[in-house]
């Protein structure tokens, strides 16, 4: 009997609190305006992230979204002890990543010291890549194909603003 209450417990705790982020996600995205212009839509499993991206000590909260008018893909983040918000893709550009997330079938926090920036000469052919070290987790965003990660990046805190460090083709 007892294995069945635990089992039921944790189902029922589990639905709970996924309900409860996505309620959160929502009113989050009304008190800040945003549900005009973005939508939560999780296109990628999971559907939100949680870590502490600039090193200020507070967890940071990045969900999936897209641009309501257009469908294009991108992440909403919500830094832990801030009312800002920063929108990478859904129809703003950010860095190689584009404005346009839709090539994405993968994220995941990444907690490296270190990570290879592909380098592009001016026409666009891959010409070497760049060690860049790392202070704090990132996003990891990536293209699985065959199961195997062909390209991405990751959206990084250098200290002064998040940037786009282009990964693979």
């Known amino acids: 009997m007892k294995p069945i209450f635990t089992i039921l417990l944790l189902i029922t705790s589990t639905q709970c609190f996924s309900q409860d982020k996505t309620s959160w996600i929502s009113d989050s995205l009304r008190n800040k305006g945003l549900n005009s212009k973005f939508e939560f839509s999780p296109y990628i499993s999971p559907s939100y992230l949680q870590t502490d991206l600039n090193g200020d000590g507070f967890p940071d909260f990045a969900i999936l979204i897209s641009e309501k008018r257009t469908g294009k893909k991108g992440v909403l983040l919500f830094p832990g002890h801030s009312a800002q918000y920063h929108v990478f893709g859904a129809g703003t550009k950010f860095g190689d990543g584009s404005d346009d997330f839709k090539w994405a079938n993968k994220w995941s926090v990444f907690t490296g010291k270190e990570a290879y920036q592909t380098q592009f000469s001016k026409g666009g052919d891959i010409i070497g890549g760049k060690v860049i070290k790392l202070t704090h987790p990132c996003l990891s965003l990536t293209a699985v194909e ?22 693979g083709e």
């Open 146 to 167: 065959d199961r195997a990660e062909i390209a991405g990046g990751l959206i990084y805190w250098n200290g002064v603003k998040y940037i786009w460090i282009h990964q």
